[in-house]
């Protein structure tokens, strides 16, 4: 390949003791392509980011980050199990944004931005400060620096989780129903910050959410996903306007009824 | 009374060097323990779970005993009695401490470890400013109760010789056959004693509070 991908997945295999859950899964992003993965409760969308973003090994096949191996290196000619050194640098690659924020709650706002960069980069302090200072202007919460995360609201909790993860500069940012949390009102303004987001970088962002009017916006392609399988594969027009697949239109059904 | 408080202070002394010693080794002990405890290596586990066992599962009193009286027959050398009785009491205590540890540390959500995860954490961040800091608040009190605990099972140690304030007041019970006063005095120090420990750890818990209110 001369193009190098972003992401590639070959052949993963994944399950939890008896469930079944990624079964001989294929699936490639390119570098700066926003996709966004949807499908039932259960099917796997949260197990393909954490696998991505080295929360779960998967129990055969290859992840590959910028054409490279997450899991293995090969020494003497040989694939062999990479060393944590290997694991933590491709780990660098990938930022995630979680559905229920995961702040540190013994850490202010500002120190839950700058600890990694402080202590996984070693960047100096006033660095740190500096730019989580931007960061965390970029995402309004200017004002909240030396507030605790309890004393946050869902929203602005997600806010300095989106700031978090941006701190350590991945290229590769992964979302996981970061507003299924919220309510409605709340979650759009989150959604909108992450689609201007978007358009400022240049990062390959994956997105797992049953929002279909921000996934109609913010994808430049849409996977339906059901147990464990890539069911359906195109543009937003494509799958969410003209599904090819009976499980797609039942799916995709059953979410319109309910928003 | 007022000439029996010399002795009984010295005896509080030496209480309180068998009691803040076995917090020391408990400390110690609890902590290599959980550690074991907790690692992935099951070579370690198993010694972990034998000592937690072992020590909880038989008499503090007994195991004393048994250090006093047995083990120096196979020990090249005679410890003294105040170490014997701060390593027995320690261990002892480092059993129930290394319990209190491990729920602490389990209960600290598995997203607060996926956080640190993908924030690209080294394992030694992760615990050291990620896990501790949360287990904290939930290892204080319970360990406040244990420390509490230890200083009045430090009585056992005047069954091994040691001078301590059960020891002292029992001398003195001999010589003066003043009950109430022998042993109210004890008591009255070893609630002291407790109080003073009981602030203190208190005191580490203030520092150690954040915000916890709602879910994070
Ligand atoms: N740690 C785990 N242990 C055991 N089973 C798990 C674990 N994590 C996920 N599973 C199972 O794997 C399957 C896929 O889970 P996953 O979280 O990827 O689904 P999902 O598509 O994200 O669902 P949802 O929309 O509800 O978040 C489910 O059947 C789930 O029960
Ligand atoms: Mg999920």
Redesign the interface.
């Known amino acids: 390949m001369n193009h190098k991908a972003s992401i590639e997945f070959v052949n993963i295999h994944k399950s939890y003791q008896r469930t079944v859950v990624l079964e001989n899964l294929n699936l490639t992003v390119a570098p700066g392509e926003h996709v966004v993965i949807i499908g039932p409760s259960g099917s796997g969308k949260s197990t393909i980011l954490?696998l991505l973003?080295?929360?779960e090994k998967p129990d055969s096949g290859e992840i590959l980050i910028e054409g490279e191996s997450v899991w293995h290196t090969t020494r003497d000619g040989r694939n062999v199990d990479a060393s944590p050194a290997h694991i933590?640098r491709m780990?660098?690659k990938?930022?995630?944004v979680?559905q229920?924020?995961?702040?540190?709650?013994?850490l202010r706002v500002l120190q839950n931005i700058t600890?990694?960069p402080i202590?996984?980069m070693g960047m100096p302090r006033s660095q740190a400060v500096r730019r989580a200072t931007d960061l965390l202007d970029r995402v309004g919460l200017a004002d909240k620096a030396e507030a605790?995360?309890?004393?946050l609201s869902g929203g602005q909790?997600q806010r300095v989780a989106i700031a978090?993860?941006l701190a350590?500069q991945p290229r590769i940012m992964l979302f996981d129903e970061i507003t299924s949390a919220l309510d409605p009102e709340i979650a759009g303004q989150v959604l909108q910050l992450v689609l201007d987001l978007a358009k400022q970088t240049e990062m390959t962002m994956l997105f797992v959410t049953h929002q279909m009017r921000f996934a109609r916006q913010i994808a430049d392609r849409v996977l339906f996903f059901d147990r464990g399988r890539i069911i359906e594969n195109g543009t937003p027009e494509q799958v969410l306007d003209h599904p090819q697949q009976p499980r797609t239109r039942e799916f995709l059904n059953n979410v319109f009824q309910a928003s | 009374m007022l000439h029996m408080l010399p002795m009984m202070l010295r005896g509080a002394l030496v209480t309180g060097e068998v009691t803040a010693g076995a917090i020391v080794v408990a400390s110690v002990a609890s902590s290599c323990a959980v550690a074991m405890r907790l690692s992935t290596l099951t070579a370690l586990d198993w010694p972990a779970r034998v000592y937690i066992e072992l020590f909880r599962g038989t008499s503090a009193l007994i195991q004393l005993f048994w250090a006093f009286y047995a083990l120096p027959l196979v020990l090249p050398f005679r410890p003294s009695p105040i170490i014997t009785a701060i390593v027995v009491l320690g261990l002892n205590g480092g059993a129930y401490g290394a319990e209190i540890l491990r729920g602490a540390i389990l209960s600290v959500p598995r997203g607060q470890h996926d956080a640190a995860t993908a924030l690209n954490f080294s394992a030694t961040t992760k615990v050291f400013r990620v896990v501790l800091p949360q287990a904290w608040p939930l290892i204080l009190p319970p360990m406040a109760n244990l420390f509490i605990d230890m200083l009045k099972n430090s009585a056992l140690a005047g069954l091994v010789q040691v001078t301590d304030i059960t020891f002292n007041a029992q001398i003195l019970q001999e010589s003066t056959l003043r009950n109430a006063e022998v042993y109210g005095l004890a008591l009255v120090i070893y609630f002291i004693m407790a109080l003073v420990l009981a602030g203190f750890m208190r005191l580490l818990e203030r520092r150690m509070k954040f915000p916890v209110g709602a879910r994070i």
Do not use: D, I, Q, S
């Open positions: 954490r973003m080295t929360l933590r780990r660098g990938v930022g995630m979680f229920h924020f995961n702040l540190f709650p013994h600890e990694a202590r996984v605790w995360p309890a004393e909790k978090r993860a350590l």
